[in-house]
């Protein structure tokens, strides 16, 4: 299970507003991929669900996820953080044994 704070659901709601993206039809797509400093690396962007995704109702907003990514997220926190050095959607991922300073790329748990 995937858990998203209130915050998060607020900034990407934001967001969809400001592109003009109805809640219904576009959310967050969050998918692992091979790269990185650790080994994997998170993606993130605006984009319709396909068959298959996985998808997290938060509020009025959707959070979607392909099948591939789902196992190195399950259990994670999607949270937005907003401070002087970085902004954005953050990862708190359980299944990762070790993050880069950048916090989008991560090494995965024996």
Do not use: W
């Amino acid at each position: 299970m995937i858990t998203v704070t209130e915050e998060a659901v607020n900034q990407l709601r934001a967001m969809l507003e400001e592109k003009g993206f109805a809640p219904d039809g576009y959310g967050l797509r969050l998918a692992v991929e091979k790269g990185g400093c650790a080994g994997m690396q998170y993606t993130m962007r605006l984009a319709p669900p396909v068959p298959g995704d996985e998808i997290v109702l938060a509020g009025d907003v959707r959070f979607i996820i392909d099948q591939a990514s789902l196992r190195f997220l399950e259990g994670s926190q999607i949270d937005y953080e907003d401070s002087l050095n970085d902004s954005g959607f953050k990862i708190h991922n359980p299944n990762a044994a070790r993050s880069c300073g950048c916090g989008t790329s991560f090494e995965v748990g024996a």
